[in-house]
Nanobody
Framework: QVHLVESGGDSVQAGGSLRLSCVAS????????MAWFRQAPGKEREGVAT???????RYAHSVKGRFTISKVNAENTLYLTMNLVKPEDTALYYC????????????????????????WGQGTQVTVPS
């Protein structure tokens, strides 16, 4: 059983930066496909970025070039560094994990990622006022 806890969400002005963290317990993240998702009010949850067991990263078109997903295995922590944030980035951000490498079975606007993750955090709120 893996337990994920996100933190770092805040209100940040457009153009600013923020770093989200997701600390895992119960197992080593190095063996897991990891991802960040987000859900804005009234919208469906969407994938933001993934990082595979080999460190390969993938991004949604809307955040490519602005967000960076990373993990520090020694800290058992996943990060999402958000730069040049926009009001449309406002959402509840979740981290997710699934054992073994990513099996990218779902694609949206050119971003492919697994359609199932076994473990989810509780979310952290990011607000970018317009």
């Amino acid at each position: 059983q893996v337990h994920l806890v996100e933190s770092g969400g805040d209100s940040v002005q457009a153009g600013g930066s923020l770093r989200l963290s997701c600390v895992a317990s119960g197992d080593r993240l190095s063996s897991y496909c990891m991802a960040w998702f987000r859900q804005a009010p009234g919208k469906e949850r969407e994938g933001v970025a993934t990082i595979d067991t080999d460190g390969k990263t993938r991004y949604a078109h809307s955040v490519k070039g602005r967000f960076t997903i990373s993990k520090v295995n020694a800290e058992n922590t996943l990060y999402l560094t958000m730069n040049l944030v926009k009001p449309e980035d406002t959402a509840l951000y979740y981290c997710a994990a699934d054992f073994s490498s990513c099996v990218n079975t779902y694609c949206s606007d050119g971003f492919c990622y697994p359609n199932y993750f076994s473990y989810w955090g509780q979310g952290t709120q990011v607000t970018v006022p317009s």
